[in-house]
Structures are given as C-alpha cells and as structure tokens.
C-alpha cells in the first residue's frame, strides 16, 4: 500500500488556509488504497508526525495532542522517527503562501528524491514574485495592469507619484510576494498611502503598486502534466470593495459563479491565455490562473495560484466538479500526477 503524506501547517500568514485545505485533502483520501501520514509543520517549523484525529487539525489544536504528535528529523530520503525511517510514496503539500508555493518546500522535497504534488521549484518562485510573473506574462502576449516595483530600502515617493499621476486613483498596494489577499489595501485618496504601504511591507521586501482594473475577477483551473485538463471559469462579483482576504474565506458580500457567465468569445481566449501561461511557465500538477475582464472585453493578467485554496468548497475543486471531476477523484489525479516522470 502507497503512503501519502499530506503536509499542513508552515510558517506563513496562510497557516489558517492550509488546515482547513488539508482537512478536505486527509477526508479524501482512501484508506483502502493509500496508507495516510498526517505531517504537520508548526509555526516554529519543527515538523510532526501526526497520528490523531484530523479535527485537531481542523480546528488548530493538533500541536496540544501531545501523545499523538511524534517530532520527525530528515534522512536524505525521507523522514526518522526515532530510529524508525519514514520515505512516503508521494507528499502532498497542502501549504499557501511562503515556504509553500514559493518553491522553498519544494527545493527540499526535491533534494529528498521524494515525488511531491504541485509544481516545481522554478515554476513556483516564479508564479509567487507577481512583478516577475508580469513581465513574462508581458513576452507572451498577456497584458497585465500597470505597475510599479517598490522596494523597502528606497525612498519612493516621487515614483508613486509620477505612477499616480500617469494612471490615476484608484490603485491597488499589494506585497510582491504573499498570496490570500495579505496585505492588500485599494487607495483611494493618496492620505492612504502610507498606511497602505506599511500593511503591504509587513509581509516582503518589495512591493507592487497596480493600477486598478474595473472589471470582473475571472479565475481558471487546470489540472496535468503533459496533458491538460481546463476546468470552469469562475466569475467573482462583489457589492462593495475587493476580493480581500475575509471575502476570500467568509464570502461576506461576494459571489462565486461557476461557470463564469462569459461571452464564449471571451471565455475562449481566457482558456487560451491560462493554457499558454501553465506551458510557458512549466507549470506541472494543478494551477489556477486568475484574471481581470473589462466591460469591453479586455482581458489582464491578475496572479497565478500554484497550490490555490484546496477545502472541498474552494474554487479550484468547484471548477473541476463543473467539468466532472469530483473532489476525491481530483485528489487520486494529482497523486498520480506526482508520481509521472517530468517531461
């Protein structure tokens, strides 16, 4: 019997998000068909065997479970608990955010020769640093929203300015690298700016300023290796402010539709782009790739999410039940996915 070990927890303002993707992960996967690891990293980044009831994870009580959580060390090949050597057949890395879709977990796994799901380390770093992947993006032929790089250790005010000054308000501050919305804040008025710019920095040491589009969120999942399977767009529509974080996760006053109410024109291009963004990048596993629609028909670039949210109610798995994949099976395809030779 095959072992998987789903990974959960990590250091990173995702930490919330990642239980809750794990728990559906752990839920999904056949006790009959795969002997099931549970390893939790804690904030510390000390790492756990697991062996208790996955409510503890669900509710962030896991690390208290003392009889049941059991401190692992690395081999070059897998895991030692105690004397004991632990080497999983494929790790599923159920981790948002820093150290787990910036190719960090990702560097590790690969130096343990361990298959893992998701994508690799380039394809990772690069799909995490927004202002990296908009300049690809730009070679391709994929327009983005103008933006500007801001880095901490400069003074940057007349750029700001100058980029206020040439696009307008409202614009948008976001960390260059932090994912779930952390940190986001939409400027208004320029008083905002330096609160906004404090609440982007506290996440990274470059920041992005992004013209906002106004436009609706259009997101696309796709699921393979070498070959491809493009689920549903989504369409988000919001009453009020943007897709931030509580929106992301409560729904307060957003919608998500599935699939995306979009002219076949429209949503045959936003398709096209997703597939050659996943290909041009060396994406590998699962993505889902998110865009912004004008109400004339121009399509931009928003960010790519190689491990996007993953609870069985999350979009990604909403946008693969449309073209029927339920949820376990998406589970089972990207545990075979890990293990395909790379192309």
Not at 120 to 126: D, I
Not at 181 to 194: F, N, Q
Request: negative net charge.
């Amino acid at each position: 019997m095959k072992k998987i070990a789903v990974l959960f927890g990590g250091n990173s303002p995702e930490y919330s998000v990642s239980l809750a993707s794990a728990t559906s992960v752990i839920q999904a996967i056949d006790p009959q068909t795969y002997e099931l690891l549970m390893i939790g990293i804690a904030p510390t980044m000390d790492w756990y065997l697991y062996q208790g009831d996955v409510s503890n994870v669900t509710n962030d009580t896991w690390l208290q479970d003392h009889k049941n959580c059991h401190l692992l060390a690395f081999s070059s090949h897998g895991f030692m608990l105690g004397e004991k050597q632990i080497v999983p057949d494929v790790l599923f890395p159920v981790l948002h955010g820093k150290y787990g879709e910036d190719g960090c977990i990702q560097g590790l796994l690969e130096l343990m020769n361990l298959p893992y799901v998701g994508c690799q380390v380039a394809a990772s770093a690069l799909c995490m640093n927004k202002w990296l992947l908009h300049q690809l993006a730009a070679t391709i032929g994929i327009a983005s929203a103008p933006s500007l790089l801001l880095s901490c250790h400069e003074s940057e005010t007349a750029r700001i300015d100058g980029f206020i000054q040439e696009h307008g308000l409202p614009i948008f501050i976001k960390p260059n690298e932090a994912g779930s919305s952390k940190g986001i804040t939409k400027v208004t008025d320029k008083a905002e700016l330096p609160s906004a710019l404090a609440a982007a920095f506290a996440f990274g040491r470059t920041v992005l300023v992004q013209k906002a589009i106004a436009g609706v969120e259009i997101g696309c999942g796709i699921l393979g290796n070498e070959h491809l399977t493009v689920g549903a767009c989504d369409a988000i529509s919001l009453v009020d402010g943007f897709f931030d974080f509580e929106e992301k996760y409560q729904l307060i006053t957003a919608k998500i539709t599935v699939p995306a109410p979009l002219p076949p024109l429209i949503e045959s291009q936003i398709k096209a782009y997703a597939q050659l963004l996943y290909r041009s990048i060396g994406l590998s596993g699962l993505a889902r790739i998110d865009f912004f629609v004008t109400d004339q028909g121009a399509i931009y670039l928003n960010e790519i999410n190689t491990m996007p949210g993953f609870t069985s109610h999350s979009r990604y798995p909403a946008m693969m039940a449309a073209v029927g994949l339920s949820y376990e099976t998406l589970v089972e395809k990207l545990i075979a996915l890990a293990e395909e030779e790379p192309q």
